[in-house]
């Protein structure tokens, strides 16, 4: 019988080039804590990512990876888990990634309702560019020189965006509470469909404000809403950030057939179709 | 051997011990990456100072079987475990002044909730060691300070960088 795997196990030999004190370093560790904790296996395991600071993070966990093109890392990811359901699919990217460029992606990801989880690392900043406003930079932010009177423009709402296009489970975590973190992690690995995680993940370099979030951020402590109704006043309303899972719902997941070992003659059989 | 309550203590002192370490070692590696060799060799003296505390923990754990828990499932008197540094206080320009601040904070925390395990448990022998342990961190604070105090005057000048980090594909 095989070891059980530790935390540090599923990382990789790759050292993270993250600004010290970033955020991601704490949604690595919440992710190798939650594979650990699920006792997964390295091989039935994937994590597909698009383009930025937080996309590099498949590099750094023991493995398959596939770093991908901008804003694309939720495409690439749902066609593996469709093709390949047996595996654990984590996809993972910045607010810029996959609510900008990516943004389209995300709202169909949500409407299919494959399973698998997402998870965005939110920082508010395009921080490999050096600390552009993103869709997620707060209307009067204004550290960026390229916005100096502030984006003025509302921000995005992803929670929100994710409940009204399908998504079937969401919560959101904080980099200041990694542990939480990787329990939300591996409780939306383990729903059956689309698990949307808003990650915040503080930029200490480009965004040092973001050291206030403590102060704004406080766990929910009512149940998970079930209605859609019922979520949606929570995410226009809330003061600040509440962490834990926020939404779930119970829905079938696409395609169909997905809860179904794969196929091996399947790509034959389709072959056949077309065989003239 | 049995006795649960001294068990569900020494998990809970491996794990802190262990986080401490990891972190520690983490910082070290970050900061050396982005050039901060000073403070990166401060956090690596941290890291095999928590490697140390951990072997003894683990040595005191010897012969009972302690309890498996998941990462979130431990219960500590914040979000993460007591010696754990927090990503917050950190800043690739920090100073060794600023680290050591940082890592006195650290042990204060560890011995409040050693001390604080002694005082609400009800087995001695987990009263006895978590005081133990308690004590230690006294000692290590004191070690701590006595480095703050002989840093020369200018170990707390910000360190500047007139090109921010860019971090290439």
Redesign the interface.
């Known amino acids: 019988m095989n070891k059980a795997l530790k935390a540090k196990d599923y990382k990789s030999d790759i050292k993270p080039i993250w600004c010290p004190g970033c955020g991601h370093y704490s949604v690595l560790n919440a992710i190798t804590k939650a594979m650990a904790g699920l006792g997964l296996d390295k091989d039935n395991l994937a994590l597909v990512s698009g383009i930025g600071c937080s996309s590099r993070l498949p590099a750094y966990v023991d493995s398959y990876g596939f770093h991908g093109v901008h804003g694309r890392g939720l495409a690439v990811a749902q066609g593996l888990k469709v093709a390949r359901p047996e595996l654990t699919v984590i996809a993972l990217g910045g607010d810029g990634d996959g609510f900008s460029i990516g943004g389209n992606h995300f709202m169909h990801a949500c409407r299919r309702n494959i399973n698998m989880v997402y998870i965005a690392m939110d920082n508010e900043v395009y921080g490999m560019t050096k600390g552009q406003a993103s869709p997620t930079s707060p209307e009067d932010w204004l550290s960026s020189k390229l916005t100096p009177h502030g984006p003025g423009v509302r921000p995005f709402k992803p929670a929100a965006v994710a409940l009204a296009s399908g998504a079937t489970w969401i919560g959101r975590a904080y980099s200041g509470n990694p542990n939480q973190m990787a329990g939300l992690i591996a409780e939306a690995i383990e729903h059956p469909g689309f698990s949307f995680l808003h990650a915040l993940s503080q930029c200490i370099t480009f965004c040092p404000e973001q050291t206030d979030w403590k102060s704004i951020v406080k766990e929910r402590a009512e149940p998970a809403c079930t209605h859609h109704d019922q979520a949606a006043a929570v995410f226009f309303n809330e003061e600040g950030f509440d962490t834990g899972v926020l939404y779930t719902q119970q829905r079938a997941v696409w395609p169909p057939q997905q809860g179904s070992a794969p196929r091996e003659d399947a790509l034959d059989q389709l072959a056949a179709k077309f065989r003239v | 051997m049995s006795n649960e309550s001294l068990a569900l203590f020494l998990a809970h002192s491996i794990e802190l011990e262990s986080e401490a370490k ?1 972190r520690y070692q ?2 070290s ?3 050396a ?2 050039h ?1 060799d000073e403070v990166a060799q401060f956090f690596a003296r941290m890291a095999r100072e928590a490697k140390r505390h951990l072997k003894e923990v683990r040595q005191l754990a010897k012969g009972l079987e302690l309890p498996k828990i ?5 219960d ?1 008197p914040g ?2 475990p007591p010696e754990t540094a ?7 320009l ?1 100073t060794l002044r600023q680290a050591i601040e940082i890592a006195i904070k650290n042990e204060r925390t560890a011995e409040r909730y050693y001390r604080a395990m002694a005082a609400t448990s009800s087995d001695q022998e987990t009263i006895t060691i978590a005081t133990e342990f308690a004590d230690e961190e006294v000692e290590h604070t004191a070690a701590l300070e006595k480095m703050l105090a002989d840093l020369p005057e200018n170990g707390s000048c910000p360190r500047l960088d007139d090109d ?4 290439p ?1």
Do not use: D
Request: no cysteine; net charge negative; aromatic share 16%.
């Open positions: 990891n983490e910082l590696e970050t900061m990456t982005h901060n998941r990462a979130w499932e431990f500590w979000e993460e927090s990503y917050e206080e950190l800043h690739y920090m921010e980090p860019n971090m594909e």
